[in-house]
């Protein structure tokens, strides 16, 4: 009987799938109706069997949820990479060109007034008028108030900017005396074209204060690459000095990308807003291109 159960269970399995022969079909048939424990076997044999096909899918959707993701970040990656050169490249084109002085740049007429307006060339399409008080070595008044022009054009308002002729009026109402000077930013002498002129002549420097942001940018990103090499072993430490530290790199991308190497500047505050707006564009940009790196190793890990 032992040995008849043996044969009928190495059997079993071709009798369900109906792959034996109408004699041996036959056979067992006539054994499992007469032994239960060939009987319960059969039955446990045609029970849907569960597969590990849940188990095995899991990591095909882990890793399909992985491309995803970088082919996302790579899209986003890419946009704003374009966005920080188009930036850049209007940056580039707005760029103020200064004029320097000349008889036909600029023309004063004295009003009925006291007023002053100075008409620009045709070939001017922005300018600037500051004004402050400067102090003099006389005894008596607390100084003169002096005024300086700027005047300028750029590669962009030459191609998109229908400006028409400009002008300003000054109109100095106190009796406090007062002095239009016109500034060519380019290393000349400030020139005098109305009102009392200084004993003194004086030149407009550029701005250096870029030169402090660039050196502390530097400083910043290798202090923090220093750092990331001492924890170089604490991943999530590590992780979080990778992603600060992309930002003095991103300022000084954006720096080079705005006013290139050097660092001098007559329109500062235009040219350090620029910069930061680049620098915080491409820093979103560095931090997507990390994720993409990270979800890199990821999937190569999982092969």
Known sequence: ???????????????????????????????????????SELDRIKEPQKTS????????????????AKKIHTIVFTVIMVAALMVSAFA???????????????????????????V???EVTDYSCTS????????????????EIEAWTSIWDKWFSNHGVLSTT?????????????TPNNGEENVFIYGSANAEGCITLPRLALNYYFVFAVLAALILFAVRLVVRKKDKLKLWVER?????????????????IGATSYSMLRDFLLIVLVSLILYCGLLIAHNINMIRKDIKSMY
């Not at 009798?15 to 041996?24: F, G, Q, R």
């Open 132 to 147: 402050f008080m400067q102090p003099t070595h006389e005894t008596s008044g607390s100084g003169k108030c002096q005024y």
């Open 92 to 118: 580039f084109l707005d760029a103020p060109v200064y004029f320097s002085y000349s008889e036909h740049l600029l023309d004063v007429t004295e009003n009925a007034d006291g007023s002053i307006t100075i």
């Open 120 to 122: 620009f060339d045709e």
């Open 244 to 260: 600060i530290m992309l930002y003095p790199i991103s300022y000084l991308i954006g720096h080079i990308l705005i006013t290139g």
């Open 1 to 39: 009987m032992k040995i008849n159960c043996s044969i009928i269970r190495d059997l079993l399995p071709l009798y369900a799938e109906n792959l034996v022969s109408s004699d041996t079909s036959a056979f067992v048939k006539e054994h499992i109706e007469s032994c239960a424990g060939c009987r």
């Open 170 to 182: 000054i109109t100095h109402e106190s009796e406090i005396p007062y002095s239009v000077y016109y």
């Open 53 to 68: 096909t849940d188990d095995d899918i899991v990591p095909l959707l882990g890793l399909r949820r992985k491309l995803l």
